[in-house]
């Protein structure tokens, strides 16, 4: 990718968030996480990663991911009409909405992680010191 599609996809990422944050009331997208825009060298189209943001104590379920694409794909036009009148660029690419994994697979690594490091912390004894193996 060169600077200047670097730059562009930064924008519409950017203000992407924003109008999904203000001004997308469909219910199915909820709360998503744009990490990346991949944009065409000819600006034609772009490839937006999302990822949804998990609840306290639920669970990052296939069925919600998927109204959450479909939510996105609806979304879509409206966005892009949108970022045509945001952005001072002569094209707005077509929009196509991909689910990304990485932040529910990170969160579950580290929960995974603070799991280990709890089952290896030494056990204290009723005084407090810390109980030897010997």
């Known amino acids: ?4 599609t670097e730059r562009v996809g930064e924008e519409i990422r950017s203000e992407l968030a924003r109008l999904l944050r203000e001004e ?12 990346r825009v991949d944009l065409a060298p000819d600006m034609r189209n772009a490839r937006v990663y999302w990822s949804r943001v998990q609840e306290r104590g639920g ?17 879509a036009g409206f ?18 909405f991909r689910h990304d994994p ?21 056990a204290e004894d009723a005084d407090g010191e810390v109980a030897s193996d010997e």
């Not at 990718?1 to 200047?4: F, L, P």
């Open 59 to 75: 669970g990052n379920e296939p069925e919600d991911d998927q109204r959450a694409e479909a939510g996105l794909a609806s979304a």
């Open 79 to 96: 966005l892009r009409r949108r970022l045509a009148q945001l952005l001072p660029t002569k094209r707005v690419p077509e929009l196509r």
């Open 1 to 4: 990718m060169s600077r200047r």
């Open 102 to 122: 990485s932040l529910a697979l990170g969160s579950d690594t580290l929960a995974l992680l603070r799991e280990i490091a709890a089952d290896a912390e030494p």
């Open 24 to 35: 997308v009331s469909d219910p199915r997208v909820g709360l998503v996480t744009l990490t």
